[in-house]
Nanobody, 129 residues
Framework: VQLQASGGGLVQPGGSLKLSCAAS????????IGWIRQAPGKAREGVSSIKLNDGSTDYADSVKGRFTISRDNAKNTVYLQMNNLKPEDTAVYYCAAIERWRVRRAQHFLLRPSVYTYWGQGTLVTVSS
């Protein structure tokens, strides 16, 4: 099971980036996916998630209205479109997967980094002028 995150880079404040998370070794339609970030010296923070059976999404308040998560089941890939980026968005971004049977009906369950089973290697996003 592998998750490959890509698309990070250096961008100016107000700019945009689109991250990709490609899965191999398993099919995304059996798992729910989250994007988690970790800024230097800070704890991991759940950014966004998507349930792959009904497509429902969730976002951290800090990114709501600026980030959009989506999926392409045919490509076994999940995306995170990030617009109006701010310096505080600077972090390593990870995609992670959790088997659907592990998911619990708790508010913002999929924004909790600790629930995920599989993790990608991370891609660095730097927002700076």
């Amino acid at each position: 099971v592998q998750l490959q995150a890509s698309g990070g880079g250096l961008v100016q404040p107000g700019g945009s980036l689109k991250l990709s998370c490609a899965a191999s070794g398993f099919t995304l339609d059996e798992n729910d996916i989250g994007w988690i970030r970790q800024a230097p010296g800070k704890a991991r923070e759940g950014v966004s998630s998507i349930k792959l059976n009904d497509g429902s999404t969730d976002y951290a308040d800090s990114v709501k209205g600026r980030f959009t998560i989506s999926r392409d089941n045919a490509k076994n890939t999940v995306y995170l479109q990030m617009n109006n980026l701010k310096p505080e968005d600077t972090a390593v971004y990870y995609c992670a997967a959790i088997e659907r049977w592990r998911v619990r009906r708790a508010q913002h369950f999929l924004l909790r980094p600790s629930v995920y089973t599989y993790w990608g290697q991370g891609t660095l996003v730097t927002v700076s002028s």
